[in-house]
């Protein structure tokens, strides 16, 4: 009887433990949105990388054959289709992200992938790739020597492998060919800024702030995911004015979410989550199937036919048991953090939490938005 009591008063304790009210905290603007027109610009390019030690793409791939004969012809030396026969080259596509800003010389960093059948780009080195934009342009320029955080050895028909060598990073490795600048004021003088996730009322308080901060109105919500903002003339350069609005703190309003990713176990809520009053009854059931394989071999037939082999039976015995120390507490109006909590100290595991949480929302006493990873 001791056993019973004891999860379940260690659950109504924590259950009914004060907890302190979540604060709402304010945050930059920058944290909630992006003003519109200023974005990243994915790059993409296709390349080689050589200096391989026997890991690279083998004979079977005719791209990386007619990707080296055209480097080479450029370099001046003619190759035949014979006379490639080595793999210490892989093909390669090589990505990058060019930021809003950028002035030539500068540099970033960019992942290479291969796309042929190489084993292992560890100990390669990157030709010369342009990187291309969405418009076919060349804005940057790729080539050194790559960082792969993996290895993949063969010996023997042993295999041993660490992480995925056949990526690998180019620190610092593009340069930027030409200037990139971004313009987020629109023709008619106004800038718009775009909310990550779409709240009337985040939208509303960031228009009052602005309007507030300015002394007049020059902000409205347009939208629940866009506030359009009058460029004022009091301010002498769009870079100032754009740094004021930056310094702009919101507290932005939190729509209730429970987050679960049932492969790994995990819950992440805010522990201001409400639930009404509810009962939960967790039980434990245990289900046993045990396997029983006997061979039934006939002697008085197998010794007259050879064609009459062995026959393997299965015997399934599958019993169910159920558990004597059931979990089962009622509590009044209360909050995941508390809830949770009280769980964990019943011994009940994560993924019966996690099935605890998805009742209570089908019951409608969890109030709150359940995303499944």
Do not use: C
Not at 325 to 335: E, G, L, Q
């Amino acid at each position: 009887m001791r056993s019973l009591l004891a999860p379940i008063a260690a659950l109504v304790l924590a259950l009914w433990t004060p907890t302190a009210p979540a604060l709402a905290q304010d945050v930059p603007l920058t944290g909630l949105g992006r003003f519109d027109g200023w974005r990243e610009n994915s790059l993409i390019g296709y390349g080689l990388v050589t200096g391989l030690p026997g890991t690279g793409d083998t004979r079977r791939s005719e791209v990386t054959r007619q990707a080296l004969r055209n480097v080479l012809q450029r370099l001046g030396t003619t190759v035949g289709e014979d006379q490639i026969n080595s793999r210490n080259v892989a093909v390669v596509i090589v990505t990058a992200t060019l930021p809003p800003s950028a002035n030539p010389g500068d540099r970033m960093d960019a992942i290479v992938s291969s796309i042929g059948d190489a084993r292992s780009l560890a100990g390669g080195t990157l030709l010369m790739t342009p990187l291309l934009g969405p418009d076919q342009k060349p804005y940057a320029l790729a080539q050194g020597a790559l960082t792969v955080g993996g290895y993949a050895f063969e010996a023997e028909l042993e295999r041993q492998q660490r992480n995925f060598p056949t990526t690998a990073v180019l620190p610092a490795g593009a340069m930027i060919e030409y200037p990139v600048e971004a313009s987020i004021m629109k023709e008619n003088g106004e800038i718009s800024f775009l909310l990550s996730e779409a709240s009337f009322t985040t939208a509303e308080r960031i228009a009052e702030a602005i309007n507030n901060r300015q002394g007049f109105t020059i902000a409205t919500a347009k939208n629940a995911d866009e506030v359009v903002i009058q460029f004022p003339g009091s301010f002498s350069n769009l870079a100032r004015f754009v740094a004021s609005l930056e310094a702009i703190r919101i507290v932005p309003d939190r729509t209730p979410r429970i987050v679960i990713n049932e492969r790994t176990g995990t819950i992440v809520a805010g522990s201001d989550v409400r639930i009404s009053s509810v009962i939960i009854s967790q039980g434990d059931i245990k289900v046993t199937v045990i396997s029983d394989n006997e061979a039934s071999q006939p002697s008085f037939i197998s010794g007259f036919a050879n064609d009459v082999s062995s026959l393997i039976v299965t015997n399934v015995d599958l019993m169910v048991e159920e558990g004597e120390n059931d979990t089962v507490a009622s509590f009044p109006d209360t909050n995941v953090g508390s809830l949770v909590q009280g769980l964990s100290q019943a011994r009940v595991d994560t993924r019966r939490i996690i099935s605890i949480l998805q009742a209570m929302k089908a019951a409608g006493s969890l109030h709150a938005e359940i995303v499944i990873q």
